[in-house]
């Protein structure tokens, strides 16, 4: 099948991460990266089990609040004076007097409206997305798969201004695709350590195709080791991602 119908297959809480939970030891790392201290507030939109809360405010010393549209997942999150969790739609929250935000989805609409928010932030607001920037945006600060952008935004002049900042290089060769691909997923983490071989790989071909077709990967020619990913994609997964490569 082609990878379209292969994602399409997919669970839609899988799709937009509902039910991707990141390692403590990833959060720990994002808030290191973002400076996250006792003088900040700090939202995770799409809070999950609220790990991310408890580590914000008993390790970091933040303010931390949590929004989840899940009334069964807010409710489960252990009561704690230091952390705050409102049930809420993210869209329609009050964000004013946020300093550090870690916001992680794929749904384009989402994604659209909340831009147009954090861009109405209080100066120097801190906006920690996961491997993909905030649309239409440099980052200000990169960890990959952790990005950081900082009101007000610098506008990118194009997807490639965009990639080129994320992966501190001028073209994309086969190890630079796989070292992004695994940064991922050892930041997602997984318990199978098969899933976590597979992300990688897959993360690796689009990765490359994806530079091949902006005109960013090192050589026109598909590299040896590119070519026997795809292959394995198609004949042990049953995924064919050739038709993506322009």
């Known amino acids: 099948m082609k990878i379209e119908e292969y994602i399409s297959s997919l669970p839609s809480s899988i799709i937009s991460g509902q039910e991707v939970q990141l390692l403590d030891e990833s959060l720990r790392e994002i808030f290191r990266f973002a400076g996250l201290g006792k003088n900040d507030t700090f939202y995770h939109l799409g809070c999950g089990t609220g790990n991310s809360l408890k580590i914000a405010a008993q390790e970091f010393g933040a303010k931390a609040i949590g ?14 004076p230091t952390i705050t969790t409102m049930h809420q ?35 120097g607001c801190k ?9 239409h945006t440099i980052p200000d600060k990169v960890s990959f798969p952790f ?6 935004f610098t506008p990118a002049k194009s997807l490639k201004d965009q990639i080129m900042t994320i992966f501190g290089t001028e073209c994309i060769d086969f190890t630079t695709a796989w070292e992004h691909a ?43 080791p590119v070519k026997a990913y795809i292959e394995i994609l198609d004949n042990f997964f049953n995924i064919e991602v050739r038709h993506l490569i322009k």
């Not at 906006?127 to 649309?135: E, H, M, V």
């Open 67 to 80: 929004i989840d549209n899940d009334a069964q997942k807010i409710a489960q999150i252990e009561k704690d």
């Open 89 to 123: 739609d993210i869209t329609s929250a009050d964000l004013s007097d946020a300093t550090v935000i870690l916001f992680w989805f794929s749904d384009d609409n989402i994604i659209a409206k909340m831009l147009e928010i954090f861009s109405k932030l209080k100066l």
């Open 127 to 135: 906006i920690i997305t996961i491997f993909d920037p905030l649309p």
């Open 147 to 152: 990005l950081l952008h900082q009101t007000p």
């Open 182 to 224: 695994e940064r991922y997923t050892k930041a997602i983490g997984s318990p199978d350590a098969g899933n976590d071989r597979f992300l990688t790989i897959l993360q690796t071909v689009m990765i490359w195709i994806n530079a091949k077709n902006l005109g960013l990967s090192c050589t026109q020619e598909i590299p040896a």
